[in-house]
């Protein structure tokens, strides 16, 4: 294999997908290969030998990994001691005082963290940053090997008001370190120092808790590349969407809570807005789950926190995805109330739908596909199975909703179809029309391997103006992968109002924040387009608790003054609520700086077919039910269909990572970049 090879590699929890690109000759190519649960690296250098019998040619691998969110959703992180101010260690546990179900008086916790591995030390620091008790770093070392002695392996250091002054903190973990066996000691002032004790704590700690996890994946991921005679880089997707080296994942593992998901994202802007779509919805149809994004005028939405479940919050910038439970594994069945549900039990990857016949009985939202001839059984992607069984997914879906409902097992896995398309249809809405965007101004970007199967009825029931179908949707979380940016966060808490500020101590702070970025860019190796540094406030009126972020225009030798602050305050307060609150002093809460080194973007025409025609592309018919009846589909090889070809549905397109279904009233067009866009047809 000669060339440049990159690899985008992301591991799902059914499958591993990759996407190759020669950056020499331009060419691309695709494998999907099943996920090995809790074996995720064998999985992903079977999947990387399906694409290149030469690992040593490969310049750089990019890696987006479910690892630490599945961790933390299973509660199978690494075992970590907390050392909190005297009187404050169950922050943790108090969290902001919400319940997992609002109504009702009684819910359960359990903190990652048990109460017997979170100790307390003397020490205090002020709101203002003043040290009232200094640490003693004897009293540290002591509650340092009290914590190995209970089994922790990763501490976190949590002092309150750390973010004002990390004296403390640092004293500590100089201390911590003089008795601890392994590199994972946390500061909170570290990790995120931003004012809220709460979130800070928990973003420390469950930083902690991943470190034992996460790094010791990735230094058996190195070292079986290594064996492999690979040289290149390994770079691993953030939840923001950029990437970052091994090194910086180790030592921040926190930042891997939404990576796969977030790499899809990245490439559906990418995609969408070279096809002249600036307004997307993203939908990922996976094989546990659903995950939809927002991307507005060609920008991902950033989140500045989220909760992977309940108690277990991260603040740190991640693109804002929601997520259900209501992917092709989706196990349906009827409640007790008569009721049908799909999701969110997922029969995941194994034993997986029933039609894989890998000892699942119950059905799923696959199945239910199958049975309505969308998807072929004769050619299952992944290449793991040599077919689907029919017969036994539409024996289960007869048995556990058919006969329950009065149903035909038709008609019953049609209901099945339409119950996931509304809960889909229901997160769409949730992330658009909720938050004040017209769906007619949006495409539906549909990817995973069961995304493009339900484009149409998301795309109509919702009233978007169409669906894109990117050319290898199975594999898009992986082509973002191959261009996303490295990017590094940073944030400060400033905490004065706009009167209050030292304005060449606010420059100086961003121009050490920025210097320190591109110290951390340089250091990764990587090649660079271009850099970019963003750099925004949180503010809000006086006596206010939510922020709004509000960008600044900074640049080297240009220092941002009062008034420039002020005046892009008011301009992003006013077209957040509409209006101005006149006579009420404004607080600057938090500084964010981003440095962002922009790496090559794949050139998507060379994603387009190359000749080709509609009747070469025909591989027969299949019938297929929609809307109480059957219908005759035909049935096309995507990759096979040209440039500019207009499909009428109903129309079946297949390829070798996903299968597209157009309803009979809508129609598929090729653009010149290989995307299926669907459409309604003309009346």
Known sequence: MSGRLVIGVDVGGTFTDLFYLDENTGKSWIAKVPSTRGREATGFLGGIRKGTDDISAVATIVHGT???????????????????????????????????????????????????????????????????????????????????????????????????????????????????????????????????????????????????????????????????????????????????????AKAMPVRTALSGPAAGVIAAAHIAETAGFPNVVTGDVGGTSFDVSVIARGETALAAQTAIDFGLVVRTPMIEITTIGAGGGSIAHVDRGGLLQVGPESAGAVPGPVCYGQGNERPTLTDANVVLGRINPDRPIGGALKRLDVDAAKAAIKVHVADPLGLDPVAAAEAIVRVANSRMAGAIRLVSIERGHNPRDFVLMPFGGGGALHAGALMKEVGLKAALVPPYPGVTSALGCVIADMRHD?????????????????????????????????????????????????????????????????????????????????????????????????????????????????????????????????????????DGKWHKAAVYARRALPVDAVIAGPAILEQEDATIFIEPDLQGRVDRFGNVIIERRAP
């Open 66 to 248: 479910t690892v630490g969110t599945n961790a933390l959703l299973e509660r199978k992180g690494g075992k970590a001691g907390v050392l909190a101010t005297e009187g404050f260690r169950d922050v943790l546990e108090m969290r902001r005082r919400d319940r997992p179900q609002t109504w009702g008086l009684w819910g359960q916790f359990e903190p990652v963290v048990p109460r017997e591995r979170r100790v307390e030390a003397r020490e205090r620091v002020l709101a203002d940053g003043t040290i009232q008790t200094a640490i003693d770093p004897e009293e540290v070392k002591k509650r340092a090997r009290d914590l190995l002695a209970r089994g922790a392996e990763a501490i976190a250091v949590t002092f309150i008001n750390a973010y004002a002054n990390p004296a403390n903190e640092k004293i500590a973990a100089d201390a911590i370190r003089s008795v601890w066996p392994n590199d994972y000691v946390n500061i909170s002032s570290d990790i995120l120092p931003e004012i809220r004790e709460f979130e800070r704590t928990s973003t420390t700690v469950l930083n902690a808790y991943l470190q034992p996890v996460v790094a010791d994946y990735l230094d058996r991921l190195a070292s079986e590349l290594e064996k492999q005679a690979f040289a290149g880089q390994l770079l691993i997707v953030q939840s923001n969407g950029g990437v970052m080296t091994v090194e910086t």
């Open 490 to 626: 940073f944030v400060h808490t400033v905490n004065r109002t706009l009167d209050e500020i030292d304005f060449a101590a606010l420059n100086a702070d961003i121009a050490e924040k920025q210097k320190a970025g591109m110290t951390l860019l340089d250091r990764s190796g990587v090649v660079f387009e271009g850099r970019e540094t963003l750099v925004a406030c949180d503010m809000l009126y006086l006596g206010q608790t939510h922020t709004v972020s509000v960008p600044v225009a900074w640049q080297p030798g240009r220092a941002v003054d009062r008034q420039t602050l002020r005046d892009a305050f008011e301009a992003r307060y006013r077209e957040v609520y509409g209006r101005l609150l006149d006579g009420i002093a404004v607080r600057v809460l938090n500084l964010h700086v981003a440095l962002i080194g922009r790496r090559p973007k794949l050139d998507l025409s060379k994603l387009a077919p190359v000749g080709g025609s509609i009747e070469g592309a025909v591989q027969g018919g299949r019938d297929v039910y929609v």
